[in-house]
């Protein structure tokens, strides 16, 4: 196993050190959490925005052939199908397929001490569930120092807030100067306030899966799926007790859920109730 590099990227310029990192989760990933001491990276094209990763140039040019093909389909009249710049659509969309399958991303909200989202609570959690937070300035400390464990290759991992733009405007993506495409999302998922970690492995031909009829077929898409088309990784916390990481219960929670939690919770960890009163 090896240290893996970690980079945070301009970070200065877009969140503040006082801020706090929050994850909103379920049981079953929070036990996970504390059990590996680990961090779960999730493959772009897993994820709900079939957008992840593209670039401005790809969407200023899928955003022009639309507006050219919608303007020829007035012109026809006849019910035929109709593709426009199809050979050059279909690069970038697997450009993009590129991207989404070379990037893992880990994705955390931005917000204050005692600042709490109910979309988040709704979303990525249930009563009787959990959310972790972390002062950002000590996590980034933590994380800068002692790093990852938990692949047998070198891995960069870069950290980065999210930057949110109009996807639908010609302007704002002509005007956007974003280093790199993973950390750009449409306008419409700013309620997010996401700061991501991404691993970023090396583009490489992936070998497509042959059969050999003489081993049984679910044990090579197991043994293929492994080594080519894992949809996670996961790396371990190096020295995890060193992170001030606080357990906060949903604000639904029950007495008796939140009891079995912090019985479960044999390590030195700060354990908190909602601030929000929800119904």
């Given amino acids: 196993m090896k240290k893996n590099n970690v980079?945070?990227?301009?970070?200065?310029?877009?969140?503040e050190e006082e801020s706090y990192l929050w994850r909103y989760l379920d049981l079953h990933k929070f036990i996970s959490f504390i059990n590996e001491k680990s961090i779960c990276f999730t493959r772009l094209d897993k994820f709900e925005d079939a957008k992840e990763g593209a670039t401005p140039n790809h969407l200023l040019k899928n955003f022009l052939f639309d507006n050219h093909q919608k303007e020829l389909e007035k012109t026809i009249t006849t019910s035929i199908d109709i593709s426009v710049n199809g050979r050059d659509r279909n690069r970038i969309d697997?450009?993009?397929?590129?991207?989404?399958?070379?990037?893992?991303?880990?994705?955390?909200?931005?917000?204050?001490?005692?600042?709490?989202?109910?979309?988040?609570?709704?979303i990525y959690s249930k009563?009787?569930?959990?959310?972790?937070?972390?002062?950002?300035?000590?996590?980034?400390?933590?994380?800068?120092k002692y790093g990852f464990l938990g692949s047998n290759i070198e891995m960069n991992i870069v950290c980065k807030p999210i930057e949110y733009i109009d996807f639908q405007s010609p302007n704002s993506l002509i005007?956007?100067?974003?280093e790199d495409s993973v950390f750009m999302k449409d306008n419409s998922f700013n309620h997010e306030k996401?700061?991501?970690?991404?691993?970023?492995?090396?583009?490489?031909?992936?070998?497509?899966?042959?059969?050999?009829?003489?081993?049984?077929?679910?044990?090579?898409?197991?043994?293929?799926?492994?080594?080519?088309?894992?949809?996670?990784?996961?790396?371990?916390?190096?020295?995890?007790?060193k992170y001030n990481f606080e357990v906060v219960h949903h604000p639904k929670s029950q007495k008796w859920a939140k009891d079995n939690i912090e019985k479960?919770?044999?390590?030195?960890?700060k354990i908190s109730n909602s601030n929000l009163e929800l119904n």
């Avoid at 009563?127 to 800068?144: C, G, M, Q, R, T």
């Avoid at 005007?175 to 974003?178: E, F, I, L, Q, R």
């Avoid at 479960?264 to 960890?269: E, M, R, S, T």
């Fill in 7 to 15: 980079i945070f990227l301009n970070d200065n310029k877009l969140i």
């Fill in 94 to 122: 697997k450009e993009i397929e590129q991207i989404q399958r070379f990037n893992f991303a880990s994705c955390w909200f931005i917000g204050s001490e005692k600042s709490e989202s109910v979309a988040m609570w709704n």
């Fill in 127 to 144: 009563p009787n569930d959990v959310a972790i937070k972390i002062k950002y300035s000590d996590f980034k400390e933590n994380l800068s």
């Fill in 175 to 178: 005007s956007s100067n974003m």
């Fill in 194 to 241: 996401e700061f991501r970690l991404v691993i970023k492995e090396e583009y490489r031909e992936i070998d497509k899966l042959i059969f050999d009829d003489n081993i049984c077929k679910k044990s090579q898409e197991k043994t293929y799926n492994e080594r080519e088309n894992y949809p996670n990784i996961i790396l371990e916390l190096l020295n995890f007790n």
């Fill in 264 to 269: 479960f919770l044999k390590v030195n960890f």
